[in-house]
């Protein structure tokens, strides 16, 4: 799961455009939203056709994204129990 998260990582910084930060600034248990990286609203929506389009994950409840995109950990978990990718 080690590769998924360094994946993520690499993936959420190319995505999102976060030229200020790097993947050694992001901690698997850091909030991803708020206080941690600060994402928003739009960016959730990035994270969302991510999952869709690179794991194969339709997130048909948006309200499981606050659980799912709480962090890298989280987000890896979910993806390894739920990819079809």
Do not use: C
Request: hydrophobic letters at 40%; aromatic letters at 4%.
């Amino acid at each position: 799961m080690e590769a998924l998260k360094q994946e993520l990582k690499e993936k959420i910084i190319e995505v999102l455009n976060l030229e200020d930060i790097n993947v050694a600034d992001i901690n698997d248990n850091d909030p991803l939203f708020g206080d941690g990286l600060g994402l928003d609203s739009i960016d959730a929506l990035e994270l969302i056709v991510l999952l869709d389009k690179e794991y194969g994950i339709k997130l048909l409840d948006p309200k499981l994204g606050k659980t799912i995109f709480e962090s890298i950990e989280t987000m890896a978990a979910y993806i390894t129990e739920h990819r079809t990718k």
